[in-house]
């Protein structure tokens, strides 16, 4: 577990009491965190608020994002109260809490994680969860079919292809029919491009070569 850093906010008993079990984390109260930066080998951070301990505007900032947090509530109204709500990466608990139960908490919360992590990918100005087959940006988040994901990803990787390469590696074919398909899925693909992201050219030709835009 010392490739995990917890930090603590609104109970220094919380943390005395971490500390004096010696689990085996790395802890920090500082008010910034980078989770890009990775010292001695720390792979996870996770936040531990006690919302109640805080002022509410420092609160609202632990709820905007999807950063692997515990929150211990005190007041089961809180949310309701003050329009909060958790995320896909927010756990509720309640004190008092067993620490093999909260430690089984934490592993499944930082598992949960690590495979949205892996699914998610950035490509330009857009993110890419190729797990639900979401495209997204600014907040606009678009549904892709699977031979679209395929033919995104497979340019990314490997940029100005011509289409009988991308037949032969994402259709397993070459015959008119899936030229046909091709030709479909792009247009299809380009249009919905267009419409929710006002995006001409996500996907460019040039010389009987593909490219994704840079």
Do not use: C
């Amino acid at each position: 577990m010392n490739n995990i850093s917890l930090y603590i906010y609104g109970s220094k008993i919380f943390l005395n009491i971490i500390n004096e079990l010696n689990l085996g984390y790395n802890f920090s109260t500082e008010d910034k965190i980078n989770p890009n930066k990775k010292k001695d080998n720390i792979e996870f951070v996770v936040r531990i608020v006690f919302p109640e301990k805080l002022k509410l505007n420092e609160v609202k900032k632990y709820f905007t994002d999807n950063m692997p947090t515990i929150f211990f509530l005190e007041d089961k109204t809180f949310l309701l109260k003050n329009k909060l709500s958790l995320l896909n990466f927010h756990q509720n608990l309640s004190l008092p809490v067993d620490i093999i139960s909260f430690r089984e908490i934490l592993n499944i919360l930082i598992t949960k994680y690590s495979f949205f992590k892996k699914s998610k990918i950035i490509i330009n100005n857009y993110e890419i969860d190729s797990n639900q087959r979401i495209i997204t940006k600014e907040g606009t988040k678009v549904k892709l079919t699977e031979k679209e994901l395929e033919l995104i990803l497979f340019l990314n990787n490997h940029s100005g292809l011509e289409k009988s390469l991308l037949l032969k590696k994402i259709w397993n074919h070459n015959s008119e029919l899936e030229t046909h398909a091709f030709e479909t899925h792009l247009h299809r693909l380009r249009k919905k491009m267009e419409k929710f992201f006002k995006d001409k050219k996500f996907i460019i030709e040039k010389n009987s070569l593909y490219y994704l835009s840079k």
